[in-house]
């Protein structure tokens, strides 16, 4: 590729440069350009500036004007690309001595202190890591991998600070956790319900996680706390009861149906299985439990979800077995509960409804009816707070296609802020 005329750069660089404090004094070519993304070589274009004739140094710590300068070495930084080209500035910086702060490098409004390349083109590379994997990103300006994990973070940091310092004015909390690793390794999340913001990340799911957060929150904001959903977990509810005991404890109707298709569905369907096993001779084992067999998604599916081949196996199905049928019948008419927007009423529904469930004398649904009266408080609770952690639920499906997207995440302080970068709230 031909070289640029510089005579005429000079003056359109001179333009459009915007390095402020320094003119362009040059313009050469790199004689050894480096391959560009796609393999090819990539030609580079190198711009010597100098500082303008009313340039006047100031201190990179305080601002203030300064006169000694002890030395002036070159730095070589890159730049945003002009045209096709790699752009590489030679910029003199200057050492000087100021009298407030001592010896110190002055100050460049569009360079940091110890940067190697613009404060535009870095802007540039963490907003490009906003959308892309940092490995292409890497790959597309010809920089380490590390280095852009690095402006992204930096970038991130600032515009959102830390997470103590953004917890005003929360009144409605959903809290929930998503696994981060293999082998049973979560991370707590809390997302404020009004705004839709994630305002805490912690590893783990213990009592330290939540508690924590609201150490964090401290006696004032706590008692602002109005309502928290969240799941069955033992220390979440501890949690809330010790540091928010005005709140209203709002249990999330997703887990709760799930938790009814795990310990009484499964369980029951298990139990039939074997019982019929017991039962029946080595002739007809086979024939007795096929009716059975692989109809564990057919008994948790909503009925509308079904396709009409389903339905017809799951009347076979609840036709054979009295258990079954029990357990599939109450299960949709437990999803009524959470129609009520009267506590009262809703008692009054619960109270129906247990008198059946217990009356199955199925012991995996009578474990499961004492485990819900146990917590009938924060079940009932959904009429005066209609919450839910459904929210979460889909932040937890974005985290993981940042996850996919990033291939995973080697550090979590860097993980959690692009987490809260994709949550940010909806503007008040």
Known sequence: MPAPDASGLIGLLQQVGGWEGFEVAGVTTDATPAPDVHGAPAPRLVIELRPTADHVKRCSQCGAAVTRVHETTTRRVRDLAVMEWDTWLLVPRARVECPRCGPTVEAVPWLDKYARMTTRLAAKIAGLAQVLPLKHV??????????????DQRALQRRLGRMEDHLDGLTQLAVDEFAI?????????????????????VRGRGHDALAGFFTALGPTRCAQITA?????WGPYTVQVQRFCPQAALVYDAFHLIARYGQEVVDRVRVDETNRIARAAGDGIVRDARRVIKGTRWLL???????????RVRLRELLAANRALFT???LKDDFK?????????????WWTQWRRRARASRLAP??????????????IVAHCRYPLSTGILEGCNNKIKVLKR????????????????????????
């Open 228 to 232: 928290v959903t969240c799941d069955l």
């Open 336 to 348: 009524q509960l959470w129609q009520y927007k009267a506590e009262h009423a809703a008692r009054r």
């Open 365 to 378: 649904l009578r474990r499961f009816v004492a485990l819900l009266e146990r917590h009938l408080h924060g």
């Open 405 to 428: 997207m990033a291939y995973g995440y080697r550090d979590d302080a860097y993980f959690f802020l692009k987490i809260r970068a994709a949550f940010p709230g909806i503007p008040g």
């Open 300 to 310: 948790l599916k909503n009925a509308p979800n079904l396709r009409a081949p389903e």
């Open 327 to 329: 357990v599939y019948v």
């Open 138 to 151: 890497a790959q597309w300006f010809r920089v380490g991998w590390d280095t852009v994990k690095q402006i």
């Open 181 to 201: 690793e293999k082998g049973h390794r979560y991370v707590t999340i809390v997302l404020d319900v009004v705004t839709k913001r994630v305002v805490w990340l």
